[in-house]
């Protein structure tokens, strides 16, 4: 056997000496740490085998510079516990290793590896208030629908789920269909052909492509023997269960284009599908971790032609025994590539860095970056080997989870920790698991699924372990609201240009995917909840532009019946957004404004015309036949506000029409007027200068407000005797001639 064939069945036993990777009893990590999984409840299978004991890096040494943030950024609840009903059967599931998507009809789907009637897992629904509700019971072992599913479901374009699950007709995995009430059919049972050609034990969830078919990956089987089980398939399945078998692993002895591929694959923006392996690749350091190549990441086309764009352990530090650059060597079913808003791809490694794994970067050429180590601080507050996919959120920055590392601690186990990480590396801790309900760990612990973005903006997952302590003094996971401050956006977001119109008019539904720059986000289907007839036409793919990594489009919507309908779009089979129209009711449209105050030149005016009736936004605005506003104001056709400041007195007639949204517009005018009056008329001089006899004189009084030209007089008294008052312009004038005081009023007009 060669040593490809060597590694492949360490890895099936999963036996592993960790001595050089954390650096051996004298290292700063304390040695190697050997841990056994915590107790759940009983399980079998093949999936879940190589996950009972497994060997666990502590080291801590900080790297580069790339420091974690520990501190907590979010607040968790619970939206609901497995095995609720405290017994060890869990009849409700348990253990639920898949995550979460937000379906069309705007619950979240799931599944369990444990639990059921069968004990063989359940597929779930679960409303985001927290209602759940068992809608599928996994067959015991030897059914062609299979059981135990750990990967997260993906809704197809006609509504229905598609998943994989193990076990199956010839033990080798099962893809399956299940609908929203929970009809089960086995679209392919693999290891049909001989020795599995047509693959084996699929790890990893579906993903939908570009072509309308689904596309995974199985971790052994395929054409290729030069590891002793199959180097494992990339593969290509149809709605109806036509499988292609696109490409075998391990094409040369040494296995170059890696062996085991894992997770989820995503189709780039260029059409091209990336994934990961969990073996082979160009670099093979002499640890037993290692030896057999720390994996790679490839890009694929959809006719099958594979390109190696990086191999782990690159970089590989001789005297820790450990990969700095990352190394995957750990078969699961939650890692994989998401495209970023700017065009790379993202990921996580299992091991390497500082020994607890690692976030990358990689273009799509395949220049490659480390953007954090995991565990660089003192036992691991930043978390510790993560087994998930990013999420990109809608404000552009990453999410995940670990499996161990933070503060707090499962049966001896540190529970794990979910994280922000912006596109530079910047990183957050956003919750400590199992921090709430002392050793129960009600807020769940070990978290190994991807994240996914809720419509109101918050991240949902399951935990396999915490939650409710059974009879048997296990527990079956929980699922988990993780809400940010401040809160994020809806990643799939929806608006009509109006709420609400009469039958008859068509309103416009824009949408736009925050998170949508792959080909896989892009693929958006449209639903109308409870299929709805009379809603018109949105169904099908929604054809959009992308711009910076948002996608968005619109689409005339003509309703042909009365009534409310609520309009769903399915982006990547993950993750919806939704939008509400009302058709029918609609009031006549009216102006409820009947009159406006007066104005004063110089001051500020503001007044808003008001309408009721008819469908919203308004279009507000003066027929330049009747009149106009007076100068200085000016209505906002928007809001229909008249703001300004008026310079002219006087009063201006006009006449206001609004329009409403119909495609069809309903209008109405009305006339108004606004007067604007003067500041008001008063005399500024308070006081005059004294005159000389036989000297000449004159001042001149001073008016403001009021309307110029103004009129002078004196209205009792008189002026001194050879003086005298200018009616026009208020001057007083003259050579006094006889001397005394002389009082006098004054009054302008």
Not at 131 to 136: A, D, I, R, S
Not at 347 to 352: I, K, S
Not at 510 to 528: D, E, H, I, P, R
């Amino acid at each position: 056997m060669n040593s490809a064939e060597a590694g492949k069945a360490a890895v099936l036993s999963v036996s592993k000496d960790f001595t050089s990777v954390c650096g051996g009893p004298g290292s700063a990590a304390g040695g190697p740490r050997s841990v056994t999984m915590p107790k759940s409840r009983a399980r079998s299978g093949w999936v879940r085998t190589a996950l009972l004991t497994l060997a666990v890096c502590v080291a801590y040494a900080a790297v580069g510079g790339r420091r974690a943030a520990a501190q907590s950024a979010a607040t968790e609840s619970t939206l609901y516990a497995f095995c609720a009903q405290g017994t060890t059967t869990c009849p409700d599931g348990s253990d639920p290793y898949g995550g979460l998507i937000l379906a069309s009809d705007g619950n979240f789907y799931g599944t369990t590896v444990g639990g059921g009637s069968n004990g063989n897992g359940t597929f779930f629904k679960i409303t985001p208030s927290g209602t759940l509700t068992t809608l599928y019971n996994f067959c015991a072992s030897g059914c062609t629908i299979g059981g135990q599913p750990e990967t997260h479901l993906v809704e197809g374009s006609d509504g229905n789920f598609y998943g994989t699950s193990s076990g199956g007709t010839y033990n080798g995995g099962v893809v399956y269909r299940i609908t929203p009430s929970g009809q089960v059919t086995a679209l392919y049972n693999f290891c049909s052909q001989t020795s599995c050609a047509d693959g084996n034990r699929p790890m990893g969830s579906l993903v939908l492509g570009k072509d309308g078919n689904f596309y995974g990956v199985t971790y052994d089987g395929g054409n290729e023997t030069n590891v002793n089980t199959g180097g494992g398939t990339i593969f290509k399945i149809s709605p109806s269960g036509q499988l292609t078998t696109i490409y075998s692993f391990c094409s040369q002895a040494t296995c170059p284009d890696g062996y085991g591929p894992i997770g989820t694959l995503v189709q780039g923006s260029d059409g091209d599908f990336y994934g990961m392996t969990a073996y082979g690749g160009a670099n093979s350091p002499p640890t037993s971790n290692t030896a057999n190549g720390g994996g790679t990441i490839f890009k694929i086309t959809p006719s099958g032609q594979l390109t190696t764009l990086y191999s782990f352990c690159s970089n590989y530090n001789a005297q820790t025994g450990i990969c700095t650059d990352g190394s995957l060597d750990y078969p699961s079913s939650h890692d994989g590539l998401i495209e970023g808003n700017d065009g790379n791809l993202y990921g996580t490694t299992f091991y390497g860095g500082n020994g607890s794994g690692t976030i990358f970067r990689i273009t799509p050429s395949g220049t490659y970056t480390v953007l954090h180590d995991f565990c660089s601080l003192k036992n691991c507050p930043d978390g510790s080997l993560p087994m998930d996919s990013l999420l990109q959120g809608s404000d552009g920055n990453f999410y995940g989870v670990t499996w161990y590392g933070g503060t707090f601690y499962y049966t001896g186990y540190t529970a794990g920790i979910a994280y922000q990480m912006t596109p530079s590396g910047a990183f957050t801790v956003l919750h400590q698991f199992c921090s709430q309900g002392g050793s129960a760990c009600t807020d769940g612990a070990m978290p190994q699924s991807t994240l996914v973005q809720g419509n109101n903006g918050d991240l949902y997952g399951p935990t396999p372990f915490g939650g409710i302590v059974n009879s048997g003094g296990g527990s079956g996971g929980i699922l988990y609201d993780l809400s940010l401050n401040p809160a994020l956006s809806a990643p799939v977001q929806l608006s009509f240009s109006s709420g609400q119109l009469n039958l008859g008019n068509s309103a416009t539904l824009s949408w736009k995917v925050l998170n949508g720059a792959s080909t896989t986000m892009q693929q958006c289907y449209a639903f109308v909840q409870n299929n709805a007839t009379g809603a018109g036409t949105w169904s099908g793919l929604q054809i959009g532009t992308a711009s910076n990594g948002v996608y968005s489009g619109s689409a005339t919507i003509t309703p042909t019946a009365d009534g409310t309908y609520t309009y769903a779009l399915t982006c990547g089979g993950t993750e919806s957004g939704f939008a509400t129209l009302t058709v029918g009711g609609v009031a006549p449209l009216t102006i409820s404004t009947t009159n406006l105050p007066a104005a004063t030149v110089g001051a500020g005016y503001s007044q808003t015309l008001v309408a009721t009736g008819g469908a919203t936004p308004y279009i507000w605005s003066i027929s330049s036949a009747s009149g106009s506003l007076p100068v200085g104001l000016s209505l906002n056709s928007s809001t229909g506000a008249i703001t300004g400041t008026p310079t002219t007195a006087g009063t201006s007639n006009f006449t206001v029409q609004v329009k409403d949204s119909e495609s069809t517009p309903a209008s109405t005018t009305t006339s108004l007027s606004i007067t604007v009056n003067p500041v008001a008329l008063a005399i500024s001089t308070s006081a005059l200068p004294s005159a000389t006899v036989n000297t000449a004189y004159s001042q001149t009084l001073a008016a403001s407000g009021g309307v110029a030209p103004y009129i002078w007089s004196l209205t009792s008294g008189s002026l001194p005797a050879g003086l005298s008052l200018n009616s026009s312009t208020g001057a007083i004038t003259g050579t006094p001639i006889t001397a005394g005081t002389s009082n006098f009023t004054v009054q302008v007009k």
